[in-house]
């Protein structure tokens, strides 16, 4: 995809800062250390448009970028640094699900994991809530440049037996390169799909 543009729009804590336009939303989870920042702007051919940070679990909000003015991405916290103190990590399960519960324009999650590790309880409670929610999910192993050929089979069976994962991991490397125009590939698709609108029980 030819990025035109790639503007950050706001930081949100909560649905009242939500932008509230129908344009589709494309949001980016996964752990603190898994390397979200450097493949949201290897996607977008930026820089530092999304400040990677030494010290992991720094991004504490909900940020959205518009991109090509046509739609979002949306920069999910980080969760499970075990330097970041409980009273934080505590807040960003309520957040993160706040967000899932009133995106009615969500297009599908882009769920990191990390290639060199086993996912552990909080990368399968997030995506317990992608299936109860019943939205789209791109599965993309990150930093795969550190592994070999052997090694990443093995990963990319250990993973997707651990998280019960049947769909194709995209493999991806923010330093080499490796598989952002095959991850591109798959949220363009998403991104044309209709909207997802997301029914909670209760609502």
Same mark, same amino acid.
């Given at each position: 995809?030819?990025?035109?543009?790639?503007?950050?729009?706001?930081? $949100?804590? +909560?649905?009242?800062? &939500?932008?509230?336009?129908?344009?589709?939303?494309?949001?980016?989870?996964? !752990?603190?250390?898994? /390397?979200?920042?450097?493949?949201?702007?290897?996607?977008?051919?930026?820089?530092?448009?999304?400040?990677?940070?030494?010290?992991?679990? %720094?991004?504490?909000?909900?940020? &959205? &970028?518009?991109?090509?003015?046509? &739609?979002?991405?949306?920069?999910?916290?980080?969760? +499970?640094?075990?330097?970041?103190?409980?009273?934080?990590?505590?807040?960003?399960?309520?957040?993160?699900? /706040?967000?899932?519960?009133?995106?009615?324009?969500?297009?599908?999650?882009?769920?990191?994991?990390?290639?060199?590790?086993?996912?552990?309880?909080?990368?399968?409670?997030?995506?317990?809530?992608?299936?109860?929610?019943?939205?789209?999910?791109?599965? $993309?192993?990150?930093?795969?440049?550190?592994?070999?050929?052997?090694?990443?089979?093995?990963?990319?069976?250990?993973?997707?037996? $651990?998280? /019960?994962?049947?769909?194709?991991?995209?493999?991806?490397?923010?330093?080499?390169?490796? /598989?952002?125009?095959?991850?591109?590939?798959?949220?363009? %698709?998403?991104?044309?799909?209709?909207?997802? !609108?997301?029914?909670?029980?209760?609502?």
């Amino acid at each position: 995809m030819k990025i035109l543009s790639a503007e950050f729009v706001i930081s $949100a804590v +909560g649905p009242k800062q &939500f932008p509230l336009d129908s344009r589709p939303q494309i949001a980016i989870a996964g !752990r603190s250390n898994v /390397g979200k920042s450097s493949i949201i702007n290897s996607l977008l051919h930026r820089k530092n448009l999304v400040k990677t940070s030494q010290t992991p679990g %720094k991004t504490q909000l909900i940020n &959205f &970028f518009i991109i090509n003015e046509s &739609f979002y991405f949306v920069d999910l916290p980080g969760y +499970g640094y075990a330097r970041v103190p409980y009273a934080v990590t505590d807040a960003w399960a309520p957040m993160i699900e /706040g967000y899932l519960k009133n995106a009615p324009h969500l297009s599908a999650v882009v769920v990191l994991l990390d290639s060199r590790r086993e996912p552990d309880d909080r990368d399968v409670h997030l995506i317990d809530w992608l299936r109860q929610y019943d939205i789209p999910v791109i599965y $993309a192993l990150t930093k795969i440049d550190k592994l070999n050929r052997q090694e990443t089979d093995r990963a990319r069976r250990s993973i997707s037996a $651990a998280l /019960g994962i049947a769909d194709d991991l995209v493999l991806t490397s923010a330093k080499s390169g490796q /598989g952002i125009k095959e991850l591109w590939g798959v949220i363009a %698709k998403k991104i044309k799909e209709p909207g997802v !609108r997301i029914q909670v029980s209760g609502e």
